[in-house]
């Protein structure tokens, strides 16, 4: 049983690029969140999307933003980035009807931006 | 304004002895409270909860105190483990809202 996977392990960019990261949930997961973690710093949440809509939203700027496809995979896309945009970016998946409190977490992309 | 703090950024503790993580919030309608544990190049793994109705949850050698009225919790590891050696995240919530997280602590245990 595979748990949450997430790509690319790593990821340099430059200031003013996009990026996209990758996240498939643990199997039997509809919910998908995603969180920054700075260094030094707990997790921040970013938002989270259940059936394909993002059903509650952290305090991110819109340059932030994310899709869930129908296989409950998700996507979280980041506009014009800044050097404070480095960080680890984490998934967590969970399900209201089994694991409603637990959340599960992927093994991060590290972004640098430079 | 931190909602969840860890105060103490690091810890050390001889192994068999007892590892006390510590853990205070701001936020009184928080309900639910999970410490998570995470190893290096791995996301947190989750390790133990307690709602708020409660004041104690045990799972084998990890224990989680909970005092409202102080807006205190702890987590205990007894015995203590090299293997447990990790970054410790309290994290809390209220209802269905996301996951608050503190800071941090790093755990040391020393052979």
């Known amino acids: 049983d595979a748990g949450v996977t997430q790509s690319p392990t790593h990821l340099i960019k430059t200031r003013g690029q996009q990026v996209t990261l990758r996240c498939s949930p643990k199997s039997g997961h509809d919910t998908v969140s995603w969180y920054q973690q700075a260094l030094g710093q707990g997790p921040q949440f970013i938002f989270q999307y259940y059936e394909e809509e993002e059903r509650q939203r952290g305090n991110f700027p819109d340059r932030f933003s994310g899709h869930q496809f129908p296989n409950y995979s998700s996507e979280l896309n980041v506009n014009a980035l800044l050097l404070g945009d480095s960080a680890l970016y984490l998934c967590?998946?969970?399900?209201?009807?089994?694991?409603?409190?637990?959340?599960?977490f992927g093994p991060g992309t590290r972004l640098t931006v430079t | 304004d931190q909602q969840v703090k860890q105060n103490s950024p690091s810890l050390s503790v001889q192994e068999g002895r007892i590892s006390i993580l510590n853990c205070d919030y701001t936020n009184s309608m928080f309900d639910y409270f999970l410490w998570y544990k995470k190893y290096p190049a791995e996301g947190p793994t989750f390790l133990i909860s307690i709602s708020s109705i409660k004041d104690k949850n045990e799972d084998g050698r990890f224990t989680v105190f909970l005092n409202k009225s102080a807006k205190h919790l702890s987590l205990h590891i007894v015995p203590s483990q090299p293997g447990d050696s990790a970054v410790y995240f309290c994290?809390?919530?209220?209802?269905?809202?996301?996951?608050?997280f503190g800071k941090g602590t790093r755990l040391s245990v020393i052979a």
């Open positions: 967590a998946s969970s399900s209201p009807r089994t694991d409603a409190y637990e959340q599960y």
């Open positions: 994290a809390a919530r209220s209802g269905n809202t996301p996951l608050v």
